[in-house]
């Protein structure tokens, strides 16, 4: 369970985030009421939520998810793979000592967006991709082994970051669209496939019982429905824009 969301607010500079692709500009007030959206289904699903300011030196900084993997034991500090954003971990690092007692850090050559890291119980999942390498990944199963856990790595061929494709959802349920619905390491899961063409819905939250997901992909939202989860649905369309989603928005600890 979780009791706690760190959130960024967006900031104007949005409008420059990275981004592969071609939906057009994110509308900076129409982001911050999507942002607003979500801060309160947390809040719903029971989390006290931490609310940074925007800071416009950054402009993808409203994904906190990227800069930092919180576990039961230590926070791990990570280091952004996109040049642009590894300036993003020194205020989260701040926050994050007020929480955890261990904070640690990963540091280069080793690059780590925790975007590419899923949680199943102790064991992480770290998906190796543009933005993630191995010096990064093997910095984290380090780490994750000091405290009992334990890390493994998963290759990307196509998505930005493993949980762009890919969500735990508890209980052994786990959803996943394109290269991730064979992959040999997710088949002791319950699979719940999502479709090629509302793959944006492959990275939904699960939230002390409840599954966060975007709003807008009908056949997920029904999928997720039948393996018995009650759903929120958050319009994130501005920040699938600049590649980002549900994920992404928030540290939940
Ligand atoms: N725009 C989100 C990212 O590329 O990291």
């Given at each position: 369970?979780?009791?706690?969301?760190?959130?960024?607010?967006?900031?104007?500079?949005?409008?420059?985030g990275?981004?592969?692709?071609?939906?057009?500009?994110?509308?900076?007030?129409?982001?911050?009421?999507?942002?607003q959206?979500?801060?309160?289904a947390?809040?719903?699903?029971?989390?006290?939520?931490?609310?940074?300011?925007?800071?416009?030196?950054?402009?993808?900084?409203?994904?906190?998810?990227?800069?930092?993997l919180?576990?039961?034991?230590?926070?791990?500090?990570?280091?952004?793979?996109?040049?642009?954003?590894?300036?993003?971990?020194?205020?989260?690092?701040?926050?994050?000592?007020?929480?955890?007692?261990?904070?640690?850090?990963?540091?280069?050559?080793?690059?780590?967006?925790?975007?590419?890291?899923?949680?199943?119980?102790?064991?992480?999942?770290?998906?190796l991709?543009?933005?993630?390498?191995?010096?990064?990944?093997?910095?984290?199963?380090?780490?994750?082994?000091?405290?009992?856990?334990?890390?493994s790595?998963?290759?990307?061929?196509?998505?930005?970051?493993?949980?762009?494709?890919?969500?735990?959802?508890?209980?052994?349920?786990?959803?996943?669209?394109?290269?991730?619905?064979?992959?040999?390491?997710?088949?002791?899961?319950?699979?719940?496939?999502?479709d090629?063409?509302?793959?944006?819905?492959?990275?939904?939250?699960?939230?002390?019982?409840?599954?966060?997901?975007?709003?807008?992909?009908?056949?997920?939202?029904?999928?997720?429905?039948?393996a018995?989860?009650?759903?929120?649905?958050?319009?994130?369309?501005?920040?699938?824009?600049?590649?980002?989603?549900?994920?992404?928005?928030?540290?939940?600890?």
């Amino acid at each position: 369970m979780f009791t706690n969301a760190i959130v960024r607010i967006p900031c104007e500079n949005i409008i420059n985030g990275l981004t592969t692709s071609s939906l057009g500009i994110p509308n900076y007030e129409k982001a911050l009421l999507q942002h607003q959206d979500y801060i309160n289904a947390l809040k719903k699903c029971g989390l006290e939520v931490i609310i940074l300011p925007a800071d416009n030196n950054f402009p993808d900084s409203t994904f906190v998810e990227d800069t930092a993997l919180l576990t039961k034991h230590c926070a791990i500090i990570s280091n952004p793979g996109a040049y642009s954003r590894k300036g993003e971990v020194k205020e989260v690092k701040n926050v994050l000592k007020e929480f955890f007692e261990i904070v640690e850090e990963i540091n280069d050559p080793g690059t780590v967006e925790p975007g590419d890291i899923m949680a199943v119980g102790s064991h992480y999942y770290i998906g190796l991709s543009k933005r993630t390498n191995e010096s990064g990944a093997a910095q984290i199963i380090s780490i994750l082994r000091k405290y009992g856990m334990t890390g493994s790595t998963i290759k990307l061929k196509e998505m930005l970051h493993l949980k762009t494709g890919v969500a735990y959802l508890e209980n052994n349920n786990l959803v996943a669209c394109g290269e991730f619905i064979n992959k040999p390491e997710f088949q002791k899961f319950n699979i719940i496939e999502i479709d090629d063409d509302e793959s944006y819905a492959a990275n939904c939250i699960w939230v002390n019982g409840t599954v966060i997901i975007p709003k807008g992909y009908p056949k997920s939202k029904a999928s997720i429905q039948d393996a018995g989860y009650g759903i929120r649905e958050v319009d994130t369309s501005e920040f699938k824009k600049i590649d980002g989603g549900l994920s992404c928005l928030s540290l939940r600890f």
